[in-house]
């Protein structure tokens, strides 16, 4: 998928991971909302939206690993300063 880039996401309560792609053009804080949404309807009863989810980088291969992402920066800015990259593991926080 051209415009999109695949990365995994943890739930942190559940521990659970899943695939998502994610929309170059949005922003990390569009992301982090979408995801959320769909984390809530698969993870019922565990995971509840609320709309100030962020997510965080969780790739031990990476040095900012650990750190919040700018939740007004789009994935394709971070794709091109090589922060995210497919198959990149981030938390929903």
Known sequence: MKDKLQVRV???PTHSEHSFFLPLD???AECAN???RLFERMEHGYWQSTGEEDLMLCDPDLPST???LNPNES?????AR???ADGSLL???
Not at 75 to 79: D, M, Q, S, T
Request: no cysteine; aromatic share 0%.
């Open 91 to 93: 938390a929903l926080m």
């Open 26 to 28: 949005l922003s990390v």
């Open 82 to 84: 090589e922060i995210v």
């Open 66 to 68: 650990g750190e919040l």
């Open 10 to 12: 943890l739930l942190t």
């Open 34 to 36: 979408l995801v959320s």
């Open 75 to 79: 994935i394709r800015a971070l794709k």
